[in-house]
């Protein structure tokens, strides 16, 4: 029997998924169901002075329009401690989008022409739609309390390098930007809240299903059994369904009191300007090097966007962009320090790779820039300074961020075979003296990042309970198996990997495992998905439980066997005594034995059904190397990827097809934020990109053909050997595709394009330098 782990089998999800035959949230039919609508603020700063429902709460259909005082004793949205966001705005509005009121109505459409008629009358507050607005000397704090706008401010180092930095022989100051992202999944938030006499029933939009459980019991005063969330599929997430909405909250207790179900859909112009968003970070950098461009000491001051109200899993995105600051090279001194900063704009989040790809983005385009100013090749100045293999696993400066088994420079030799580099460098000179000719760019991106996000004492600073991830596996008296898994998939497939997993611990037939998830009623204790830990901690724990079942398994065929449990083994599905290969018994046949309690030893417990937790003891560290070949035209600035090579270390591959469309996908947002995707505002706080008519998603004809390769360095960090690999792509595209941009208009002076490279932006970037 072939392994199963490392086989390219076809998704088990899929046909439901591409047939429209899923269950999202959206499909759930409960009887009564009523409908919710939001009045939401069109200023992005104001005083709300008066809430007229009077016509609203008449209209057809309208079962009541509620405002903050109408809701007294609900709890607030899940923030930062001692600046708690309202469900529904108390006195004032931080952002265009935010809630005043909500109506219910027995019609989605009723609901959302009464919300229209809610009359809201406002007084215009300063609006600071900008880290420079919100941080500037006249600037009125948003938060009502609050010292100032910087709501948090740490310093990561017990140094702040300036003495490394002053005695360096060269010495650079670079500000970057990693501009404001929207999430944009598939399906937006949809939440519907069912609350009878037994308790409380949530089906959500959410990545973390038990995590909620624990939070709504708590906010209502229940016991953990009379609540129950569940996430069916689930339209794609990227970090943003990790966080908490208020309407959550707030169809549960409408539901409470209407004693009928209430659902939510969100619009998707509402979710561009309601669901967090994400990156929004901006970097103060000054690196000192020597001759050879070897790095020796790295000052980052980083400032976090925070939106009208720091959302839990943004606030401290920050910290995770400091402690990857270093990349996959050896710098001997890393100053990092921020601030988090309210503006009158959309809450930020987690955004696929929350932190890291910040951190990645930063280091590598500081790579570049010492390459630039040494007038070095940058894959030199890479090769000089990385960490290197034998170095494994490595500690940096940061307590408990010690990066598991890894080998940068062979990722980076890797993509090289596939890279005939010096040939592209001279049809990139010849390029040049053509004028007639688009401009060759070549950019690189080796990169490391965190994933398997686990370890209990780090979970816990994001509200999590824990960093372990729990699975239960059964085996039936037929011989299938059943997996229920804490984690909750929304694209990642963990149906199909998982069931690999157990397909070769118990050696089963693979297609005769099903999965269960995502219902905390079925599953009793879980943490949820994100951090890439699908795989390193969740399938860690599958393992665990299919290598306990087999052990029991194997104790009842040596009593069939009348063998001594170590003599027994299994081959191809049967247990047999090793040295006797007529003696044996199938995993079936062992299966119905189980259940036979006066064929079994005394004392032994019925059935193959065991559970088992994983606690990470360290992250794990995915890693890679990139390159991005552009053409760039002369004319219009408009660039166009004429190549994109991705090698990726991610352990372990369970299923070596869905870690390529894991790429695909990570590498595709990557490139978009590098060419296309920017939410911005006006100084009025008005978004400039409320729809998708004005933020640019890109379309096949945008993204090129992927080519694709892997590196297997196993992590000894956990028993699967595998490191995660969901946030990889867009952890390492977006710089490999801004290196390859400024490469192309190196030879006019240019040393940096900030994202993102649109057309218009890149062909003022060619006036200004004389092309």
């Not at 966001?85 to 109505?105: I, N, S, T, W």
């Not at 409470?256 to 967090?276: D, G, I």
């Not at 090793?578 to 004392?603: W, Y």
């Not at 004319?635 to 695909?664: S, W």
Request: with cysteine; proline share 6%; aromatic share 6%.
């Amino acid at each position: 029997m072939g392994s199963m782990v490392g086989a390219a089998v076809v998704r088990k999800e899929d046909p439901a998924l591409l047939t429209g035959r899923g269950t999202y949230v959206d499909d759930v039919r409960l009887p009564g169901t009523v409908h919710m609508a939001y009045v939401r603020s069109y200023l992005a700063h104001a005083r709300i002075l008066s809430v007229d429902t009077s016509e609203a709460a008449a209209m057809p259909g309208v079962l009541g329009v509620w405002t903050n005082a109408d809701l007294e004793g609900l709890p607030p949205n899940r923030s930062v401690p001692g600046m708690e966001r309202p469900c529904l705005a108390k006195d004032r509005v931080h952002f265009v989008g935010e809630c005043v009121a909500v109506v219910v109505a027995t019609d989605r459409y009723l609901a959302a022409d009464a919300a229209e008629a809610v009359l809201v009358e406002y007084e215009e507050l300063p609006v600071m739609a900008s880290i420079a607005a919100a941080t500037a000397e006249d600037a009125v704090p948003i938060i009502e309390g609050t010292a100032s706008n910087v709501v948090l401010e740490q310093v990561l180092s017990a140094t702040d390098a300036e003495e490394e930095l002053a005695a360096a022989p060269h010495r650079l100051a670079i500000h970057l930007r990693n501009q404001r992202c929207a999430a944009v999944p598939m399906e937006p938030t949809v939440c519907l809240s069912d609350w009878q006499s037994s308790g409380l029933t949530i089906y959500a939009t959410t990545q973390t299903p038990h995590h909620m459980r624990n939070e709504m019991a708590q906010m209502f005063g229940l016991s953990q059994q009379e609540v129950r969330v569940v996430a069916p599929d689930v339209g794609g997430g990227f970090g943003a369904k990790a966080s908490c909405y208020p309407e959550f909250i707030l169809t549960a207790e409408l539901s409470r009191r209407l004693r009928r179900p209430v659902k939510y859909v969100e619009t998707r112009s509402e979710n561009l300007t309601s669901m967090v968003h994400g990156r929004a970070q901006e970097h103060d950098v000054e690196v000192g090097f020597d001759d050879e461009g070897r790095l020796l000491a790295l000052r980052v001051r980083i400032t976090q966007d925070c939106g009208g109200w720091p959302d839990a899993t943004g606030i401290g995105l920050p910290t995770l962009t400091s402690f990857m600051s270093g990349g996959c090279y050896k710098i001997p001194v890393i100053a990092p320090s921020f601030r988090s900063v309210v503006t009158n704009t959309t809450p930020v989040g987690s955004y696929r790779g929350a932190g890291r790809p910040e951190a990645s983005f930063m280091i590598e385009r500081v790579v570049d820039h010492v390459a630039a100013e040494l007038g070095l090749d940058p894959l030199d100045v890479r090769r000089r300074n990385f960490v290197q293999p034998g170095e494994m696993p490595f500690a940096t400066q940061f307590e408990g961020i010690v990066y598991d088994e890894a080998d940068f420079p062979g990722a980076l030799d890797k993509v090289l075979e596939h890279v005939d580099y010096p040939q592209l460098r001279k049809e990139q000179a010849t390029r040049r003296d053509d004028p007639s000719a688009s401009l060759l760019g070549i950019g690189f991106s080796t990169f490391v990042e965190m994933g398997g996000f686990g370890p209990t004492p780090l979970f816990e600073q994001f509200g999590y309970v824990g960093g372990w991830e729990s699975a239960n596996v059964r085996l039936n008296v037929d011989g299938s198996a059943v997996i229920k898994v804490g984690t909750s998939p929304h694209g990642q497939g963990h149906q199909t990997a998982f069931a690999q997993i157990v397909a070769d611990e118990l050696q089963i037939d693979f297609d005769r495992i099903t999965l269960i998830h995502g219902d905390t009623a079925t599953v009793q204790e879980g943490i949820g998905t994100m951090g890439s830990r699908g795989v390193p901690v969740g399938g860690s724990a599958v393992m665990k439980a299919a290598i306990k079942v087999r052990d029991k398994a194997a104790r009842i065929a040596a009593h069939m066997l009348e063998a001594d449990e170590s003599d027994v083994e299994l081959v191809d599905g049967e247990f047999r005594v090793k040295g006797a290969p007529g003696k044996s018994v199938g995993m079936g046949e062992v299966a119905v034995r189980a259940f036979k309690p006066h064929l079994l030893p005394d004392g032994f417990d019925l059935g193959l059904d065991e559970t088992a937790f994983h606690e990470p003891q360290n992250l794990s560290y995915p890693s890679g190397a990139h390159c991005c070949v552009v053409e760039v035209d002369r004319d219009t600035g408009k660039v166009r990827i004429a190549r994109y090579v991705a090698v990726d270390d991610c352990g372990t591959v369970i299923n070596p097809l869905m870690a390529k469309g894991q790429i695909h996908g990570g590498v595709a947002q990557g490139i978009a934020q590098a060419l296309l995707e920017e939410v911005s505002y006006g100084p009025d706080g008005q978004p400039l990109a409320g729809t998708l008519v004005d933020y640019t998603l890109p379309s096949a004809v945008d993204l090129p053909h992927y080519e694709t390769d892997h590196l297997v360095t196993r992590t000894s960090f956990n028993p699967l050997g595998a490191k995660g690999l969901g946030e990889s792509g867009a952890t390492a595209a977006p710089q490999a595709v801004v290196n390859a941009v400024v490469d192309a208009l190196s030879h006019l002076g240019v040393r940096d394009v900030e994202m993102p490279c649109t057309p218009q932006k890149v062909w003022r970037v060619l006036q200004q330098n004389g092309s």
